[in-house]
């Protein structure tokens, strides 16, 4: 039975999340007896003592542990010889930034497997962070466009919003919103900014997530067709409209062919985005859409520049990139920020970016890891999903092949390196790791 160690996450003094929860460990041991190591770390939500309390050794590094859990990147120095990695490793889609760590990870002959990937038949995540990630992106993109307008003169019921991770809950934090939302109904919003529009691109469990925390305000849910004269001719400020875009509404095919879900997947090259035409029409965009380098751009320098030529006192304020893809399908993601320093304002027209909520330009949030604003949340629905294939994990057999390891489908699926080689299955990352 091989042991089990859960790192102390160290990507910023914000990372106070973890992969198993004391009572999911305590399950975990007394089910296995296998024995499990926590990492000191002096910013874990859940405290040393209670990982004690379920079984666990207190231990000063990674050198206990044969499987070692993480959430975020291993820093590459860490990466020991012969051990198996559990953790979101940024790397399948081939990001320039995470090919170092994967490197590390084959010489050093160990496996590495990504939540990312742990799907069931249907390619259906199982192991994610998803919901917390759009509650608390939604949360932010409020607080800071309630700070980003009081800069410009314009005092709305947003300013009463803290950040994610000043609440004590996502429950505490809606009590507020439905708080704010009350204000909203009753005074209204500044007509300066009004009828408020969030556009949210996805309808995954991230976006379910924004949702979520919008719902606690007096919200109207309209389709893309109805935005141009909502935005033109409403001027409803007692409530906020929100509208969920799917792809059918953001690209087109480049032939006039009708749009087909599939193809577009199969295909993106063949397709090409329409979505500045609503660009004009949204005050604050969520972005929890999944989008890799294949797929078109959303939000482009030159739409934003094109939309500031051409207005005096343009609609779009805010972005709230939570998908979080350098210079992709948001553009003006230029970088990623941490929650000490969540925002920076882009200007469309130099496309320079100065860090804070003052200046002009669109405001962009662009927090890589949202969820750890909520931590007790968010950990303990993470490793709720993530538990019951642990024990999988532990008992496999790596001294064998990877289909005989006894690995679990959903596993073997997620498993990037094996004993210090890429599987079949990401093979295309060979070159890019060289």
């Given amino acids: 039975m091989k042991s089990l160690l859960i790192r102390a996450e160290d ?18 041991i007394d089910k296995t ?3 499990a190591y926590i990492e000191k770390s002096p910013k874990r939500f859940f405290k040393e003592e209670k ?6 050794l207190l231990c000063e590094d990674m050198t206990s542990g044969d499987v070692i859990l993480g959430v975020k990147e291993i820093p590459e120095e860490k990466i020991l010889n012969n051990k198996t990695y559990i953790f979101f490793s940024h790397t399948i889609k081939g990001q320039k930034s995470g090919m ?3 490197k590390k990870v084959i010489a050093s002959g160990s496996t590495l497997i990504d939540y990312e990937k742990i799907t069931d038949n249907k390619k259906r995540r199982l192991v994610y962070f998803g919901n917390f990630a759009g509650d608390a992106g939604a949360i932010d993109i409020l607080s800071l466009m309630g700070e980003y307008w009081e800069h410009k003169g314009i005092k709305t019921p947003f300013s009463e919003c803290k950040k994610a991770h000043e609440y004590k809950s996502v ?20 007509s300066k900014i009004s009828p408020v529009i969030i556009g949210i691109l996805g309808y995954g469990n991230v976006s379910k997530g924004a949702q979520s925390i919008l719902n606690n305000l007096p919200v109207e849910y309209i389709e893309p067709e109805a935005l141009k004269e909502i935005a033109e001719k409403n001027k409803d400020n007692n409530k906020i409209y929100v509208c969920v875009f799917k792809e ?13 879900l599939q193809d577009y997947y199969e295909n993106p090259g063949n397709y090409s985005s329409v979505f500045e035409k609503y660009l004009p029409c949204v005050t604050i965009l969520i972005n929890a859409i999944y989008w890799e380098t294949r797929y078109p751009r959303f939000v482009t320098w030159d739409a934003l520049k094109k939309l500031y030529e051409t207005s005096e006192n343009p609609k779009l304020c805010g972005i709230a990139d939570i998908t979080c893809d350098l210079n992709g399908s948001i553009e003006c993601t230029v ?16 496309k320079t970016v100065t860090d804070g909520v003052k200046g002009d330009g669109v405001l962009v949030l662009a927090v890589d890891n949202l969820p750890c604003e909520v931590p007790k949340d968010s950990s303990t629905f993470f490793s709720s999903s993530l538990s019951p294939f642990i024990q999988n994990i532990l008992e496999a057999n790596y001294g064998s092949s990877l289909e005989e390891s006894g690995l679990c489908s959903e596993i073997k699926k997620a498993v990037i390196v094996y004993n210090g080689a890429l599987t079949q299955n990401y093979e295309y990352l060979k070159k890019l790791v060289e």
Avoid at 51 to 56: D, L, N, S
Avoid at 171 to 190: F, V
Avoid at 248 to 260: A, E, L, M, R
Avoid at 339 to 345: A, Y
């Fill in 100 to 102: 170092p760590l994967l």
């Fill in 11 to 28: 990507k910023n003094e914000w990372e106070r999340r973890s992969a198993i929860v004391p009572d999911d460990l305590k399950k975990i």
């Fill in 248 to 260: 059918k509404d953001i690209v087109k095919t480049k032939t006039g062919k009708s749009f087909n």
């Fill in 335 to 350: 970088k990623s920020t941490d929650s000490g320093s969540p925002s920076f304002i882009c200007n469309p027209i130099d």
């Fill in 171 to 190: 429950a505490d934090a809606k009590k507020n919103m439905k708080l704010i939302g009350e204000k909203i109904k009753k005074d209204g919003i500044s």
């Fill in 51 to 56: 990982y004690q309390e379920a079984g666990a």
């Fill in 33 to 35: 007896g296998a024995q």
